[in-house]
């Protein structure tokens, strides 16, 4: 087992990210696209994410932003901050899908839809990931390897 090295004074480590979700978990995860919950998912996104930014710029904090394709493609701008600030974009879906009653083929199609759209947005594509419905599939590891991703969470 690995041992994590502190720095001098410190007792312990705290490891913190962030599932920018916005529309896409009422949508994809819940599917709730009432006027209601899709108020809260633009809130998240118009509101809370420039308040998290304002909060991690102040303590000079980098943290990785799980970030459904679709919340990329519906609020680009915001995005493009988290992007510009030195965090890390990472993959969560595209639509915030639920993986387990979904075939292999299409979360397969998923993935390549959430890996076009950073590419579009930031010229690059993400080596971490988190499973959109915190879940897999009998296929989702398989995929996650073959789409050469470092690491998931």
């Keep these: 087992m690995g041992h994590l090295k502190l720095p001098e004074g410190r007792k312990i480590a705290v490891n913190l ?10 949508l994809g995860g819940f599917n709730r696209p009432s ?19 304002a909060l991690f710029r102040k303590h000079d904090i980098r943290m ?6 679709h919340t990329v493609d519906t609020f680009p701008a915001i995005n493009r901050k988290v992007f ?17 009653p979904i075939g292999r083929d299409t979360e397969r199609r998923l993935i390549d839809l959430a890996f076009a759209t950073y590419q579009k947005h930031f010229g690059t594509r993400p080596t971490g990931c988190r ?4 879940d897999y599939s ?7 390897e073959e789409a050469g991703f470092l690491y998931d969470s």
């Design 138 to 144: 009998e296929n989702t590891l398989d995929l996650i």
């Design 84 to 100: 510009d600030a030195g965090h890390e974009i990472a993959r969560h879906g595209y639509h915030h899908e639920n993986p387990t």
């Design 35 to 53: 006027p209601s919950f899709m108020s809260r998912g633009e809130f998240g996104a118009e509101v809370g994410t420039p308040r998290l930014l």
């Design 17 to 26: 990210g962030v599932d920018f979700d916005a529309q896409s978990l009422w």
């Design 64 to 69: 990785t932003f799980f970030t459904p394709g």
């Design 131 to 134: 499973s959109p419905y915190w």
